[in-house]
């Protein structure tokens, strides 16, 4: 991703890289890379863009100030919740302290990436689906229903499981303007 001031600088730019990666052999994917004007000055444009499993776009703070929002891609959230299916599927006949120790290994690493400002909605989200699928592949380990929603729960404070949570600190966050 390259950022430019000035739209024929960005023009320029594009036509040499293309040049320049074919003097290695190399070519851009053209469904992977375009050019497109994202500004906070613009953003009546609704513009927004996909990079590292995030969508970025532009709106406003509490403050009414334009601030660049980040959330989970729809498209990567989905192939997490998949995996996480198949997951619970493949491991839903080990034993609960096992199960869940790993699982909060798994919710830490999700969070530790995805968890970074004004993204907290997103992380509840798969929060949320994963538990209910959690649920449901524990009550299919026998024929008769093993928990219901109030002693799921229950279960899920004893073992400690990892809550959504933003670990994005502040001084890390990227300025855009």
């Known amino acids: ?3 430019f001031q000035y739209e024929d600088d ?6 040499a890289l293309g040049i320049r990666l074919k003097e ?6 053209e469904d992977k890379t375009r050019l497109m004007r994202f500004s906070r000055l613009h953003m009546e444009d609704k513009n927004r863009f996909e990079f590292l499993g995030f969508e970025f776009r532009w709106g406003k ?3 009414g100030k334009a601030q660049l929002q980040k959330r989970t891609s729809r498209k990567k959230l989905r192939n ?3 995996n996480f299916n198949a997951w619970c599927k493949e491991n839903r006949g080990r034993r609960l302290r096992d199960l869940f ?8 690493g999700y969070y530790n990436y995805y968890g970074v400002r004004g ?12 538990m209910h699928l959690l649920l449901k592949w ?12 109030e002693s799921f729960t229950v279960i899920l404070k004893y073992y400690g499981i990892e809550k959504p949570r933003i670990t994005e600190k502040k001084q890390l966050q990227l300025k855009m303007f």
């Open 1 to 3: 991703m390259c950022a």
């Open 10 to 15: 960005a023009e320029w730019f594009y036509n």
């Open 24 to 29: 290695f052999g190399l070519e851009l994917a």
């Open 61 to 63: 703070s509490r403050a």
């Open 80 to 82: 997490s919740l998949v």
């Open 101 to 108: 120790k790993e699982l909060n290994a798994k919710l830490r």
């Open 119 to 130: 993204n907290y909605k997103s992380l509840r989200e798969f929060f949320n689906h994963a």
């Open 138 to 149: 524990l009550n299919r380990r026998s024929d008769k229903k093993s928990y219901n929603w």
